[in-house]
């Protein structure tokens, strides 16, 4: 059995050309835990062996804590995060009237920071940022995704869609070839998931580390031999809003570990 | 990233003898590089290593090995007069061959330890467990570390 | 940073209970390089040690191949009502505590 995957492994690039791209329909929809073995099943599971959870500790801990020049910490405006903060993940990236575009979650605690604490935003992937944003999205656990559902979001999706159905790179691959038409199958030794973003900010075993949506797309993006876009561009924005709305219905996980 | 016929063969190669035969497999320590033998002299001396007692509790195909979960339990009751004292855990092919020490007694009530490790490449890992009368008991296991695909550039 | 602690809070007199312990620590192996070529200088925790209401019930020392945010499971028995103390120690002065409390019936 494990022989036959490993057969399928070498033999994706060969047969991907024929394969018609397709979307997932919504009860065929299966989050990255599906895929992952036991052990890693286990990791994520409870909370006393999770090392995510070292991460939403300290995003506890700066949520109570006073920033900025205006001296406010996040709990002086939204109170207890466990009621003002449920579900509120699942549905990031949302619009934000001020810009007409959709912020993620990332994006959103800065605006806050800027607006309403003075602060200096917090850069992408520093440790405060995963740790705030790993708080905040813990409290929608188990809550199912809606993000998209506001019609003004509709072509920031459309051009996310877009994005994810196009080749790009050396390899001239879309993330569609492998997460639409090839998962279950395995590239090298890993399983191909559906690309179900329902746990992040989360623990990649490879990275030994906390880290972003953003920084998983990049590093899919460096796989296929392309550019990757910047932290917080348009395209990066518009690909995690239509990867989320692709995943309406799946509870959330974070903090999620994955290998 | 895509699989070249050569690391194809290796990794088809590496899971079939794994999917095919249980992968706790005991081997003499002889047949351990120098390293790794080396490193259980420092701990063991000149005594005798037996095998048995000691369970090493490790997936045998890892999705990563950057972590590893892995637990050594060893039978012993764990009495005033009869506990283990220490349990030494170690790897072939890792740069270093230590993994880990940890030091029990009597008042630990069960000999088991669980940590998460760093197995850098498909290789074997030996626990060794020292009892209070200075006997020592190993236990081998190999564990296949299957190749990540699209990782990020190494820095 | 975090370190997350679980002891049970309650427990029979003579119970065997578990203790893990998960702390954060990016455990730098010493054995990785940058772009440039030069070696990442290793930063690791060494040491980790549990003290039961001040005797010293269980002892780890830690080597590169400890994965990143170590976590330790170990047992022991339930004396009496007081208090674990937990401290790792490592590379570059590095050193940080912990402690839970138990009652024992």
């Known amino acids: 059995m494990i022989f036959w995957r490993a057969i399928a492994a070498a033999t994706l690039f060969a047969t991907t050309p024929a394969l018609l791209a397709g979307e997932i329909p919504p009860d065929a929809r299966r989050s990255g835990y599906a895929f992952m073995g036991p052990d890693t099943q286990a990791m994520q599971d409870d909370d006393t062996i999770n090392p995510g959870m070292l991460f939403v500790l300290d995003g506890e801990a700066l949520w109570g804590r006073k920033s900025g020049s205006a001296n406010k910490a996040c709990a002086d405006c939204h109170g207890d995060a466990r009621s003002s903060m449920k579900g509120v993940a699942a549905r990031y990236p949302a619009f934000d009237k001020a810009s007409g575009r959709p912020v993620t979650l990332d994006q959103r605690i800065n605006l806050c920071r800027a607006n309403h604490q003075q602060a200096t935003p917090l850069p992408y992937e520093s440790r405060d940022l995963l740790a705030l944003s790993a708080f905040v999205a813990h409290q929608s656990r188990g809550v199912a995704i809606t993000a998209g559902d506001d019609p003004q979001l509709k072509p920031f999706i459309e051009q996310g869609r877009d994005l994810f159905m196009q080749r790009e790179g050396q390899l001239n691959l879309a993330c569609t070839n492998c997460h639409d038409d090839n998962f279950n199958k395995r590239l090298a030794g890993a399983p191909i998931t559906q690309g179900q973003p329902t746990g992040y900010p989360l623990y990649r075993l490879e990275w030994q580390t906390l880290g972003s949506l953003e920084r998983r797309l990049r590093s899919c993006m460096s796989g296929v031999r392309a550019q990757a876009y910047d932290y917080g561009s348009p395209e990066l924005v518009a690909l995690e809003l239509y990867l989320m709305s692709r995943a309406r219905g799946l509870p959330m996980e974070t903090p999620a570990v994955r290998p | ?155 | 940073m975090a370190a997350l602690i679980n002891v049970p809070a309650k427990a029979k007199r003579g119970a065997i209970i578990e203790i893990r312990t998960l702390t954060s620590h990016i455990m730098e192996t010493g054995f990785r390089h940058t772009a440039a070529g030069d070696v990442v200088p290793r930063d690791i925790i060494t040491s980790f040690t549990c003290r039961y209401n001040g005797a010293e019930i269980f002892r780890a020392d830690l080597f590169p191949a400890i994965a990143a945010n170590p976590y330790l499971s170990f047992f022991t028995v339930a004396k009496e009502s007081g208090k674990f103390e937990f401290e790792w120690i490592g590379d570059n002065g590095y050193s940080s505590t912990a402690s839970a409390s138990i009652t024992v019936e």
Not at chain 2, 19 to 35: D, K
Not at chain 2, 65 to 74: A, D, I, L, R
């Open chain 2, 1 to 155: 990233m895509q699989t070249t016929r050569r690391q194809f063969l290796s990794l088809a190669g590496g899971v079939t003898a794994a999917g095919t035969i249980p992968i706790v497999t005991l081997r003499p320590l002889e047949a351990t590089p120098a390293m790794l033998n080396t490193a259980i002299r420092n701990v063991v001396g000149e005594a005798p290593i037996r095998t048995g007692k000691v369970k090493l509790d490790i997936p045998p195909l890892v999705e990563n090995g950057n972590t590893v979960p892995m637990t050594v339990s060893v039978a012993s009751p764990m009495t005033a007069d009869d506990y283990v004292k220490s349990i030494h855990v170690f790897n072939e092919k890792n740069p270093q061959p230590n993994i880990g020490n940890f030091h029990l007694g009597p008042s630990s009530g069960r000999a088991q330890v669980s940590t998460r490790i760093r197995l850098a490449d498909t290789q074997k890992v030996v626990a060794i467990a020292r009892l209070s009368d200075d006997t020592f008991w190993q236990v081998a296991a190999d564990i296949v570390v299957t190749l990540a695909a699209c990782t990020e550039e190494v820095n």
